[in-house]
């Protein structure tokens, strides 16, 4: 078995990144696309607008019937016509013509302006315009809003109601997005049982089930809760033989006890193959990565705070790849409110909660629900370096997808 | 009717959130919750941990026993048990006696303290220690984490997987949000389609429809389009009717035409009652508000960038409030690109691009479907106000919910 061969992070994020997850693709209705991650490029089909179109009110003319107009001497054009917005117009402007026209219309062949009614004198069939309009006036072009083959949509890009209305405006009612990845969870642990059963003395309510179910739904995926492994083989493996027929990522969550990690190994090594037992880093040193029937298996901290910094280091990564929206991890900058210590040597992730742009470290233990709630993230104290200095800048990566 | 009475924006938000919606509560699975709002304050109903908990692999004991301990005189006490995780413990500790227990395990009657069992030498059925354990060494005090009766998540939390996961540590599985408000879109014009349908010549495709129905959902309620009213009464009259069924607010944005606007005014008022019909701003000037059964509708201008601006200053703050969410339009600080210039006395809102801390002007005007997606919020420029200068700070309200 592949126990504890430390390996740095760099090598654990270069195996997971060479599993192939593809998701796949579904087609789903624009008004159900909202929050879905597109999987392909979208050009737009037409221009927008799909002709030249009337942005006021009035009347439209040939711009060069009027370049002589002025208040001493006024153009006047003859109204042949109406064109009202969603009407294909069924009139050609010649010379010396003019068609009333409101806002949204399209114009008339021959008609490259159109003068705003207030600018106009009319009577009866005629207008009376006193000075020139320039071609485009009162006029947004066809194509000048979006034009035809535009790139609006980049594949990877996780849907916002900024993008369905973009793609409503080009007339797209149907789109490729993936199919949601879907994650099957595990928690471990005899003392462990889910919230809505009775707690009975020395048993404690899950946390990290919901906690992951719930992150990977933020992230895009399907997060499946599969149940609670007790401290037993038959019991582990029941579950992840049940994970890998429903998901495409299993992630077990370790329960309290060095036991019951040393269980985990042996099971996912029995059913498969670790490709990694142990990462140079802390929290996450005992963490395993394995294959089980072509399918990633992570085997994470059971400490909830631990088990979030893991998943957001080495699961979510492997996620956001597949859907290609690699390094979408969110971090900010911020300022260290007071010295932290580290160990030289250890490579470390500290729980923080951010204030505006300060990071104020959580030192509560990685154990207690409250430290978990608490994190907006975490910062690394390097390898080589045993304390960040209070004000220091740090990168501060975010619990939050 | 109550034309054109333009009134400050103050006056028309004190309209609008003198409306009474009540969404309604409803009870759902915990695992069904993440994004719901929580439509009570809702407090631990048991201590984490709920009882006294080993934090490492040792061995119980009384703190007093050892406290005699030494290199030179170490403390012998007999092991009388062990202790596992989930299991409720048989034994007590009396005198001189110890018990096995593993991490996460409930500690025995008797003990106060965990000796991690790198910390001990054992001999058949006694350990020896050589140091004092002060009471609480290795382990977590009942209540440590969260004590019972805390308030966990208040009344309007959006939930996210923190606090879902913190509800199922405290075992809490089926909980009270409030159901989702439903709003009914409708969007109007006789040259505006559906994305879907093919386009003839003179028409363009909706777009706030999806905007507006999409924006609504991230606000958490349920966007409901209704469907594209053309330019005549009966049309508007049949499709607000229909959205007064099926939804608890209306939200109505104009054609492009004028026509359109005086149209939609006549209508609401035959149906119901106007309350307010011009704001003193721009964009939003002809924007209308009233009463149709008891039930607000909105009238929003028709370029996109303006009617998502008046859905934002209106309408998103109606929904917040009946979510007890009053306030959370989100806002951000910034600074201004480049000098830009109002007209005195004209209360205008301008939409802006954020990159990083710098806010763009979109000055490419609001009919355009490019400067509604590029655009990531607005600002204010005041009615005593003519120019805001290049570097100036400026709030940005932000469209996204």
């Known amino acids: 078995m592949a126990f504890l061969k430390v390996v740095p992070l760099e090598k654990a994020l270069e195996v997971v990144l060479s599993f192939d997850i593809s998701p796949g693709v579904e087609e789903v209705e624009l008004e159900n696309a909202l929050g879905r991650i597109v999987a392909e490029d979208i050009f737009s089909p037409l221009d927008v607008p799909p002709f030249d179109r009337a942005t006021v009110d009035g009347y439209a003319v040939r711009a060069e019937d ?19 917005a969603g009407e294909t117009p069924k009139i050609e402007l010649h010379k010396g013509e003019t068609a009333y026209i409101s ?14 009614f207030e600018d106009v004198e009319r009577f009866d069939d005629r207008i009376r315009i006193y000075k020139p309009a320039y071609p485009g006036l009162g006029v947004m072009k066809k194509g000048a809003d979006i034009e035809k083959g535009r790139l609006l949509v980049k594949k990877g890009t996780r849907l916002t109601f900024k993008e369905t209305a973009l793609l409503s405006a080009v007339g797209i009612s149907r789109i490729k997005v993936f199919r949601r990845i879907r994650v099957g969870i595990i928690s471990t642990g005899n003392e462990v049982i889910l919230p809505g059963s009775e707690l009975k003395p020395g048993q404690i309510y899950d946390i990290n089930g919901r906690a992951l179910a719930d992150a990977v739904r933020e992230l895009g995926g399907e997060g499946i809760f599969i149940g609670i492994a007790k401290d037993d083989r038959d019991s582990l493996k029941d579950l992840i033989r049940k994970a890998i ?11 309290a006890s060095g036991g019951m990690r040393d269980l985990t190994a042996s099971v996912i090594e029995e059913l498969g193959e670790i490709k990694i037992h142990g990462i140079a880093i802390q929290p996450g040193k005992p963490t395993i990565i394995g294959l089980v029937e072509g399918k990633p298996i992570f085997g994470l901290p059971g400490y909830p ?10 699961v979510a990564p492997l996620i956001l790849k597949a859907y290609g929206r690699e390094g979408r991890i969110k971090k900010v900058r911020a300022r260290l409110k007071h010295k932290v210590f580290s160990v030289k040597g250890r490579r470390q992730f500290l ?11 959580i030192l509560k233990g990685s154990g207690a629900v409250t430290s978990f709630v608490d994190a907006d993230g975490f910062i690394e104290i390097p390898e080589n370096v045993e304390s960040l200095e209070e004000g220091e800048e740090v990168e501060v990566t975010l619990f939050s997808f």
């Not at 027929?245 to 329960?255: A, E, K, T």
């Not at 705070?305 to 080495?314: A, R, V, Y």
């Not at 729980?351 to 470290?361: E, H, R, S, T």
């Open 66 to 84: 009027t370049f002589m107009a002025s208040e001493a001497s006024p153009v006047e054009l003859r109204i042949v016509g109406e064109i009202h």
């Open 351 to 361: 729980p923080v909660k951010l204030q505006g742009d300060v990071a104020i470290p």
């Open 305 to 314: 705070t631990s088990c979030l910094t893991n998943f957001t280091l080495l």
């Open 103 to 116: 806002t949204g219309a399209m114009l008339p062949n021959g008609a490259d302006a159109v003068i705003q």
């Open 245 to 255: 027929m429903l998901s495409d990522i299993i992630v077990l969550s370790g329960g």
